[in-house]
């Protein structure tokens, strides 16, 4: 595996990408796109699984996008459209696409798949956006996250259950306050026949609902797109699971990437 760092992308917006290639002939091309709320995170911190995507023959590119307060909705939504721009004037414009991505990567993974019709992985994705503000209009949003999100690796963090409050808080943080952009901004309105094939994994009883998954999965099949879900016990959130749905990503994307 050859990794190089910081591979500009948008110039304008100070955006880089690092790039994984594996040994041989690769199969495809995955956007792995990490998480954090669209507040936090780095791009950095999905090298694991960037690693494992290239241990299996896949090129991986691993973006940086916006973040609160530099980027509220839609910007990474935009820088998305960049790279997608980036990688068509490439070396591997060639190669097939899919994505990957967990928490706000998972709900960015899920955007690609119905802006571009790419295979897409999402793990916790935030997919239930103006439907459940709708339902919790009584809950007082804070930031109160325990997670130690920005100490430890994705992988062990675990947000230890619902927490409502701040789930709320980091989607309207996400929109600046503004309430008429959450219908736009939710992707299951806008799933078509075209959009990509999707795996789709929540944990039961963690912070991100899984009626999510469910409204999705519901669309998808309505839209005869292929859809595969994962409903995992316990509260672990995005990569917290990764190793436990490794395989059956890893058979999704061999299937659907090529």
């Known amino acids: 595996?050859?990794?190089?760092?910081?591979?500009?992308?948008?110039?304008?917006?100070?955006?880089?990408?690092?790039?994984?290639?594996?040994?041989?002939?690769?199969?495809?091309?995955?956007?792995?796109?990490?998480?954090?709320?669209?507040?936090?995170?780095?791009?950095?911190?999905?090298?694991?699984?960037?690693?494992?995507?290239t241990d299996q023959g896949f090129v991986v590119v691993v973006p940086n996008y916006r973040l609160v307060p530099v980027g509220y909705y839609p910007a990474p939504l935009q820088d998305l459209a960049l790279l997608m721009q980036w990688l068509h004037n490439s070396q591997w414009q060639d190669l097939p696409l899919g994505a990957v991505g967990s928490s706000a990567g998972g709900n960015l993974s899920v955007e690609l798949a119905v802006q571009y019709g790419i295979p897409a992985v999402s793990l916790s994705g935030i997919l239930d956006i103006d439907a459940w503000l709708a339902q919790h209009t009584q809950v007082v949003a804070a930031e109160g996250d325990t997670s130690q999100f920005n100490q430890l690796a994705s992988e062990q963090?675990?947000?230890?259950?619902?927490?409502?409050?701040?789930?709320?808080?980091?989607?309207?943080?996400?929109?600046?306050?503004?309430?008429?952009?959450?219908?736009?901004?939710?992707?299951?309105?806008?799933?078509?026949?075209?959009?990509?094939?999707?795996y789709l994994a929540n944990s039961l009883a963690?912070?991100?609902?899984?009626?999510?998954?469910?409204?999705?999965?519901?669309?998808?099949?309505?839209?005869?797109?292929?859809?595969e879900t994962a409903f995992l016990s316990g509260s672990r959130h995005g990569k917290g699971y990764l190793a436990d749905v490794l395989p059956a990503t890893m058979a999704f994307l061999k299937h659907y990437v090529h």
């Open 206 to 227: 963690e912070f991100v609902p899984v009626s999510g998954v469910q409204a999705f999965a519901t669309a998808a099949v309505e839209a005869q797109v292929p859809v």
């Open 1 to 53: 595996m050859v990794a190089v760092t910081e591979l500009v992308y948008a110039a304008q917006q100070q955006l880089a990408l690092d790039l994984y290639q594996p040994v041989g002939t690769p199969q495809g091309l995955i956007i792995d796109l990490h998480g954090g709320g669209w507040f936090r995170g780095d791009k950095r911190k999905d090298a694991d699984w960037a690693t494992a995507l």
């Open 157 to 198: 963090i675990n947000q230890t259950g619902a927490n409502d409050q701040f789930y709320k808080w980091f989607i309207m943080n996400y929109f600046n306050q503004r309430t008429d952009q959450l219908t736009a901004a939710t992707p299951v309105h806008r799933v078509t026949p075209q959009t990509g094939p999707l």
